[in-house]
C-alpha cells in the first residue's frame, strides 16, 4: 500500500488511506456495536437482499413456502412478493446475498458451535454482514488506489480516498445499514474501472471480459446500473481516438463480452423462470419511474435528502469535472453524460428519496467513477503554494469531520431517515440531543401520492 509524506517541522508524518479508513471504521463499529442490536444491520432493504440466503439454505425452500408457518416476529423479516402465480420470491435480485454467502457460512458455523440462536439474523450474522461490506469496501479502494495512482499524485489520491469513504454518506452504508447494495457496487464499479483500464493499457482481452462480468454484477446489485456500459464503450485512459481505433480493432471482443456480462444474471433469470415462469419478472409491482418528471433540484439539493446538503465534498468533484487534466479534459463529455443520465434515471424514481436513508444512497454506486475529477481537483489545489494548500486541507478536513458526525446524527435518529426539513436541520446542526419542537418540524412524504405522480 502507498503512502505519502506529510511535513510537518522536522518530522515525517505517513499517511495512508486504507489504514486510516480502516481504522476509523473498525473504532466506529466498536463503539456503536450494531450487530448486538436486533433492529440494526439487518434491516429495511437489506432484507430485501439478504432473503435469499436463510430461504434457501436454512429452509431449504426456494419458494417461501416455509413463511406461512413461521413466527410473525421472524416471518416479517423475509421482505418477499407474490407473482402472479402465487408464489412468493425475493423482491430484490441475488446479487448481494452472492457476495454475503462466504461469511454467512462462516457466521452459520460459528453459531452453531457457540450455541447462538441459528436463525441466520442473530448477532453473529449481523456481524457478518458488516464484516463483509468492509471487506470489500477495502479491496474495492485498493483497486481504485492502484488506479488513481497511475494518472495522480500520492498526496491527492490519499487524501481523495479518505474523503470518498469518511466525507460522504458512504461510510453510513459501511458501518449502520452494511447489508444494503451500495457498498457492494462500490467495489464493483472500482474493479471495473480498474478493468478498463488495464484493458486500455495492455489490451489483453482477460481484463476485457473481467469489466464486461463486474458490468453484469453491477447491473445484478442494481438494474439501473447498466448506465456503466456507456463508461466501457467511450471513456478512455489514453485518448477518445486510441479508445474508438481499439474498439474497431476488437470489435469480435466486446461482441464476446457481452456473454460475460450476462453470466451474473443468468442464475437470477432462472431462478425467475422457475418460480414465476418468466425470464424476466419486474417484482416492484406499481412503483415505477416519472421521465417526465425527475426531481433533480430536490434529490441534490433539498434538506430532506439532497445528496450535496448531505455529502457537500462531492462539490469538490462536480468543480473538477471541469479542470484542465489530461484525463478529464479527454473525458470531460463523457463524464458529464455518465453523471447527467444517472442523475435522471434517479431523480426520476417515483421515491426520489429512496425510503429511510441517509442522503443520496443511490449516488454511492457511481462514486468511483466520481473519484476521478475529485482527484484532478485536489491535485491542483495542492500543487498551489503552501498557505493554499494548508488551508485546503484544513476546509477539506472540517468538511470530512461534518460528514462524519452528520453520519452520526442520522444513525442516532437526530437526522430523521425520510422527514427532515430546512427547520429541522437548522434546529439539529451540530447538536447531539433533540431541541425542543424538533418533531414539529418535520415534513413526513406521502408515499401513496407520491406512486401517483404527486411527489
Excluded at 89 to 95: E, F, I, L, R, S
Excluded at 97 to 106: C, K, M, S, V
Excluded at 220 to 231: D, E, I, V, Y
Aim: positive net charge.
Amino acid at each position: 500500500m502507498a503512502c505519502i509524506k506529510l511535513k510537518s517541522g522536522t518530522t515525517d508524518l505517513k499517511l495512508n488511506s486504507i489504514l486510516v479508513i480502516g481504522i476509523s471504521i473498525v473504532l466506529f463499529s466498536l463503539f456503536q456495536r450494531y450487530w448486538q442490536e436486533e433492529n440494526k444491520i439487518l434491516v429495511y432493504d437489506a432484507l430485501f437482499y439478504y432473503s435469499y440466503i436463510p430461504g434457501i439454505l436454512e429452509h431449504e425452500d426456494a419458494s417461501f413456502e416455509f413463511l406461512a408457518n413461521t413466527e410473525k416476529n421472524i416471518s416479517r423479516k423475509y421482505l418477499v412478493k407474490e407473482s402472479p402465480n402465487g408464489i412468493k420470491v425475493p423482491k430484490a435480485t441475488y446479487g448481494v446475498a452472492l457476495f454475503e454467502l462466504p461469511f454467512y457460512t462462516i457466521a452459520d458455523q460459528f453459531a452453531k458451535f457457540k450455541n447462538y440462536k441459528s436463525n441466520s439474523f442473530s448477532s453473529p450474522y449481523r456481524l457478518a454482514i458488516l464484516i463483509a461490506c468492509n471487506f470489500y469496501l477495502i479491496i474495492g479502494i485498493y483497486f481504485l488506489r492502484k488506479v488513481l495512482l497511475k494518472y495522480f499524485s500520492k498526496y491527492a489520491v490519499e487524501i481523495s480516498v479518505i474523503v470518498i469513504v469518511l466525507g460522504t454518506n458512504l461510510f453510513t452504508y459501511v458501518t449502520y445499514v452494511p447489508g444494503m447494495s451500495h457498498g457492494y457496487s462500490f467495489f464493483c464499479a472500482c474493479i471495473y474501472l480498474y478493468s478498463i483500464d488495464k484493458w486500455q493499457s495492455v489490451e489483453k482481452t482477460k481484463y476485457l471480459y473481467l469489466s464486461c462480468f463486474f458490468l453484469g454484477l453491477l447491473i445484478l446489485l442494481r438494474p439501473t446500473n447498466a448506465s456503466f456500459g456507456f463508461f466501457l464503450l467511450f471513456f478512455s485512459f489514453r485518448s477518445i481516438k486510441e479508445n474508438f481505433q481499439l474498439i474497431k480493432r476488437k470489435f469480435k471482443f466486446y461482441a464476446a463480452g457481452i456473454i460475460f456480462m450476462i453470466l451474473p444474471l443468468i442464475p437470477q433469470m432462472v431462478y425467475w423462470k422457475l418460480h414465476t415462469g418468466n425470464l424476466l419478472f419486474y417484482t416492484y409491482g406499481e412503483e415505477k419511474f416519472f421521465w417526465n418528471d425527475p426531481k433533480v433540484l430536490e434529490g441534490l439539493f433539498s434538506f430532506r435528502k439532497g445528496w450535496l446538503v448531505y455529502s457537500p465534498l462531492m462539490l469538490l468533484s462536480l468543480t473538477g469535472i471541469f479542470v484542465n487534466n489530461q484525463i478529464i479534459k479527454n473525458n470531460r463529455i463523457v463524464i458529464l453524460l455518465f453523471l447527467l443520465i444517472n442523475v435522471y434515471i434517479t431523480f426520476s424514481w417515483w421515491c426520489w428519496w429512496y425510503g429511510g436513508s441517509f442522503g443520496q444512497r443511490p449516488m454511492i454506486d457511481f462514486y468511483p467513477i466520481l473519484a476521478l475529477p475529485l482527484v484532478a481537483i485536489l491535485e491542483k489545489m495542492f500543487q498551489r503554494n503552501k498557505v493554499l494548500k494548508a488551508f485546503s486541507l484544513s476546509i477539506i478536513s472540517s468538511f470530512c469531520a461534518l460528514s462524519l458526525f452528520q453520519n452520526y446524527q442520522y444513525q442516532v435518529g437526530l437526522i430523521h431517515h425520510n422527514a427532515m426539513s430546512k427547520s429541522s436541520y437548522k434546529m439539529i446542526f451540530l447538536k447531539t440531543e433533540k431541541p425542543e419542537g424538533y418533531n414539529n418540524t418535520l415534513i413526513p412524504p406521502m408515499p401513496n401520492k407520491a406512486m401517483k405522480g404527486l411527489r
